[in-house]
């Protein structure tokens, strides 16, 4: 089992930047965030591999920066150029092999206008 403690997030204008953080209880593949607005699917916003493969979601890229602490297993998400749309809950996934799928509590992100 693992436990996956988020924090950062909040409310922040259009422009802004916020950062989240995500620790897990040991150390796993692949950490990542993913995020749902009302109405709308849980999408990938990035994820990143214990060996630093990446992957961004389309409406991210050159806005959004993952990075990890492998010594911490602790993932980062630096978000820049924030927009309304990227109001979201804001979801910390991590996955182990050969199938476990964690998740953390979520976390409010909210850009005003």
């Known amino acids: 089992q693992v436990q996956l403690v988020e924090s950062g997030g909040g409310l922040v204008q259009a422009g802004g930047s916020l950062r989240l953080s995500c620790a897990a209880s040991?150390?796993?593949?692949?950490m990542g965030w993913y995020r749902q607005a009302p109405g709308k699917q849980r999408e990938l916003v990035a994820d990143i591999t214990n060996y630093g493969r990446i992957n961004y979601g389309d409406s991210v890229k050159g806005r959004f920066t993952i990075s990890r602490d492998n010594a911490k297993n602790t993932v980062y998400l630096q978000m820049n150029s924030l927009k309304p749309e990227d109001t979201a809950v804001y979801y910390c996934?991590?996955?182990?092999?050969?199938?476990?799928?964690?998740w953390g509590q979520g976390t409010q992100v909210t850009v005003s206008s």
């Open positions: 040991r150390s796993i593949i692949t």
């Open positions: 996934n991590g996955r182990t092999w050969p199938s476990g799928d964690y």
